[in-house]
């Protein structure tokens, strides 16, 4: 079964220091897609960025990388340059394999979430 | 141009009454997909949508609910007979098609409280 593992239920980040959020993964498929969302206080889930698994090179977009070690089956989201605004709920996503004949459509698989508090 | 909307936002039912939340995804978006946020199971898939049609329903959590899509376009999930465990927030997201590195952008959810 697929599983996602966020093992930080809250974090504290100095204003403009670095960060890295935690996120391992278990699957066996060869295909897949990690993301990681943002959720602030108002809800609105909001995409990062995403890794596939066949990507020699680690994503990044803007202030946001993420650290893929594919053998280790983690994924962390590492934020530079932390921002207020930063504070919010994480979540990393792995979307499963998409194979049509089986009805399996890439689903999102969820971690419990990470929260960070960005303080001034 | 416009993101995913879901009406409404808030939604207070008594329970054993039924509910419709909608989802209007984005347009040429192919695939849709429900999931349910809840304090205690986190985010759940529940249904996805390829088209109208509907290949995999495994995250419903029992017959009570239901989903159907129409044109290609707005999605309708339906519950019956509404339970105190089925207060979550409902949220709808919709990609431009299955495969690749194509992100499923979000609603803002449905927050259903049923008392």
């Known amino acids: 079964a697929q599983k996602i593992t966020q093992t930080q239920p809250g974090m504290f980040v100095q204003e403009k220091e670095a960060v890295t959020l935690d996120c391992t993964y278990d699957?066996?498929?060869?295909?897949?897609?990690l993301f990681w969302y943002k959720q602030p206080s108002s809800g609105e889930m909001i995409f990062l960025i995403y890794?596939?698994?066949?990507?020699?090179q680690n994503a990044t977009e803007g202030r946001y990388s993420l650290n893929f070690q594919k053998a280790r089956k983690s994924a962390n989201l590492v934020i530079s340059a932390s921002q207020l605004g930063d504070s919010a709920m994480y979540f990393c996503?792995?979307?499963?394999?998409?194979?049509?004949?089986?009805?399996?459509?890439?689903?999102?698989?969820f971690g419990q979430g990470t929260e960070l508090s960005v303080k001034p | 141009g416009a993101g995913v909307s879901q009406s409404p936002s808030n939604k207070v039912t008594e329970k054993g009454k039924d509910v419709e939340l909608r989802c209007d995804p984005i347009?040429?978006?192919?695939?849709l997909y429900w999931y349910r946020q809840s304090l205690g199971q986190g985010l759940e898939f529940l249904i996805y949508?390829?088209?109208?049609?509907?290949?995999?329903k495994s995250g419903l959590p029992s017959d009570r609910f239901s989903a159907e899509r129409t044109g290609g376009s707005v999605s309708t999930l339906t519950i019956q007979r509404t339970q105190q465990e089925d207060s979550a927030v409902y949220l709808c997201?919709?990609?431009?098609?299955?495969?690749?590195?194509?992100?499923?952008?979000f609603g803002p959810g449905t927050r259903l409280t049923v008392t």
């Open positions: 949508f390829q088209g109208n049609s509907a290949p995999d």
């Open positions: 996503a792995m979307r499963e394999d998409v194979r049509e004949i089986y009805n399996q459509g890439g689903k999102l698989i």
């Open positions: 699957t066996s498929d060869q295909s897949y897609g």
């Open positions: 347009s040429g978006h192919t695939a």
């Open positions: 997201a919709s990609s431009f098609r299955l495969a690749g590195g194509n992100e499923q952008y």
């Open positions: 890794q596939g698994s066949y990507d020699e």
